[in-house]
């Protein structure tokens, strides 16, 4: 399940830099996730960092719309970092 960023979004952007999938941009009035890129950390770190540094509660949070195993979260991030070898502990 990718992450995404609600309404609540006040556009710190403190999110945007913690995302090493580059999944996180600014949009017209939210910062936005691209699902196609976030692995809710998966092969990153032990958990979701953007949730992590936001000051919102539950502004970044898992999409329901897109329901995906951590198998294919890792094979997500798998084919964003050709070469690459997930951290240990994060999948
Ligand atoms: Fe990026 Fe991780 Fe947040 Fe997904 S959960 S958008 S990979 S920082």
């Not at 945007?16 to 996180?24: G, L, Q, S, T, V």
Request: with cysteine; aromatic share 4%.
């Amino acid at each position: 399940m990718s992450y995404r960023i609600t309404d609540e979004c006040i556009s710190c952007g403190a999110c945007e830099a913690e995302c090493k999938n580059e999944a996180i941009s600014e949009g017209d009035t939210t910062y936005v996730i691209d699902g196609d890129k976030c692995t809710e950390c998966v092969g990153i770190a032990d958990g979701p960092r953007c949730k992590e540094v936001c000051p919102i509660d539950d502004c970044c949070t898992s999409d329901p719309g897109r329901n995906e195993t951590k198998e294919q979260l890792l094979e997500k991030w798998r084919k964003l970092h050709p070469g690459e070898e997930p951290a240990a502990g994060t999948y």
